[in-house]
């Protein structure tokens, strides 16, 4: 098992995107999915990323990056809203398991960001638990509402960039973790129509954009 801990932030985000590429390429190459590799992280895991992304069910980051067992430590809620858990979740991830990566992974026709839209434009309020997700992502809705934004993509980007700063505001483990250059945070943003996942904005780590295409 590759040891985590000798990758940089840099080259753990080069290799979750050159799965992306073999993945849109239609060459994937599954790597790490065998009985083998199934063996070999019975002891522990050593993923080299954590994935906080959406829970939309196109959107199964081992497979849109072309990885395998033990490779990505992944976090899932609806719009990728972070309360405690997800803090705690992405925390343990870096702080103990030794990512050198977090991603925060959003993706275009998010059902959350639309709801919220909706909500904010047109007052319509959500019932159950499906209005504590909208509320959670309202300050994006309203960041990119506010910067003159209309089109799905800018309030997706946003609500990324918020994600990301929101982490990073609230967890001092891993802003620390950031400051001493153990560790990285980037955004992404996934296409469902073409499988690419594209940068919108990276902490700790300078990575441009055409590297993420």
Request: aromatic share 4%; glycine share 10%.
């Amino acid at each position: 098992m590759a040891d985590t801990q000798t990758l940089t932030p840099r080259e753990a985000y080069e290799m979750l995107l050159a799965g992306n590429r073999r993945f849109v390429a239609g060459s994937p190459e599954h790597p790490n999915q065998d009985a083998a590799r199934r063996t070999e992280t019975l002891p522990a895991q050593n993923p080299f990323a954590v994935i906080f992304g959406c829970s939309d069910s196109r959107l199964a980051a081992e497979i849109i990056f072309d990885r395998g067992l033990g490779d990505l430590f992944v976090v899932r809620t609806a719009g990728h809203v972070a309360g405690p858990e997800v803090l705690g979740s992405i925390e343990y991830g870096v702080s103990v398991l030794g990512a050198p990566l977090v991603v925060v992974l959003g993706h275009d026709a998010c059902g959350a960001v639309a709801a919220t839209r909706t909500a904010v434009e047109d007052g319509a309020a959500a019932g159950g638990y499906v209005r504590d997700v909208i509320e959670r992502v309202t300050p994006s809705v309203l960041a990119a509402r506010a910067a003159g934004h209309t089109e799905d993509g800018d309030f997706i980007a946003e609500h990324i960039r918020h994600t990301v700063d929101l982490l990073l505001d609230r967890s001092r483990v891993l802003a620390q973790a950031v400051e001493g250059g153990q560790a990285a945070v980037v955004g992404l943003s996934y296409r469902l129509a073409d499988g690419t996942a594209h940068l919108v904005t990276a902490r700790g780590v300078e990575v441009s954009q055409e590297a993420a295409v």
